[in-house]
T-cell receptor, first 114, second 110 residues
Framework: DVKVTQSSRYLVKRTGEKVFLECVQD?????MFWYRQDPGLGLRLIYF???????EKGDIPEGYSVSREKKERFSLILESASTNQTSMYLC?????????????FGNGTRLTVT | SQKIEQNSEALNIQEGKTATLTCNYT??????LQWYRQDPGRGPVFLLL?????KEKRKERLKVTFDTTLKQSLFHITASQPADSATYLC?????????FGKGTMLLVSP
């Protein structure tokens, strides 16, 4: 079974702090994704990566950056945390570039920015 | 860009009945459509995928239909159980990543 592990379940940070959210997958998947999920807005794509050192912007990349130095690890960085970045962050991975590969999600990191 | 609509109101049904959830989409002709289940505080879990040339797909008590003319997918759970209570998300691949609907909460009462 694919396992996607997010380093923290809950995180509380102050406005202006630099925040790192870490995600590791154990199935050698090429593709990795970061979504955020908010009530009434659903899941929104922040960034994704289809290979090591490659990244592409999703629908809401502003205020975020990512890093993929190793295939199994995909980090989401909040350069200067703001209260509107309080959210549930979900990491996912997918094998290959085929449309019919399902996403495997981690259990999320609930980030609160005060 | 893709717009996906799922009923935002929770669906309440009694145990043993069939639950039917709807997913409508616009502005795209997807080759595939996926359904996920999400429990509170957890990440979504993949359930079923249906291709555009498949009218129907089944897996145990789950059935998905895909009508590309109506731009609609229906997700059915037969003989529903309280353990089926969760939020169900449909998702379409726009060629780079999945776009999700906001999900419909299903509540199955004993």
């Amino acid at each position: 079974d694919v396992k996607v592990t997010q380093s923290s379940r809950y995180l509380v940070k102050r406005t202006g702090e630099k925040v790192f959210l870490e995600c590791v997958q154990d199935m050698d998947h090429e593709n990795m994704f970061w979504y955020r999920q908010d009530p009434g807005l659903g899941l929104r794509l922040i960034y994704f990566s289809y290979d090591v050192k490659m990244k592409e912007k999703g629908d809401i990349p502003e205020g975020y950056s990512v890093s993929r130095e190793k295939k199994e690890r995909f980090s989401l960085i909040l350069e200067s945390a703001s209260t509107n970045q309080t959210s549930m962050y979900l990491c996912a991975s997918k094998q290959g570039s085929s449309y019919n590969s399902p996403l495997h999600f981690g259990n999320g990191t609930r980030l609160t920015v005060t | 860009s893709q717009k996906i609509e799922q009923n935002s109101e929770a669906l309440n049904i009694q145990e043993g009945k069939t639950a039917t959830l709807t997913c409508n989409y616009t502005n795209y002709s997807p080759a595939y459509l996926q359904w996920y289940r999400q429990d509170p505080g957890r990440g979504p879990v993949f359930l079923l995928l249906i291709r555009e040339n498949e009218k129907e797909k089944r897996k145990e008590r789950l059935k998905v239909t895909f009508d590309t003319t109506l731009k609609q997918s229906l997700f059915h759970i037969t003989a529903s159980q309280p353990a089926d209570s969760a939020t169900y998300l449909c998702a379409l691949d726009e060629g780079r990543a999945l776009t999700f609907g906001k999900g419909t909460m299903l509540l199955v009462s004993p």
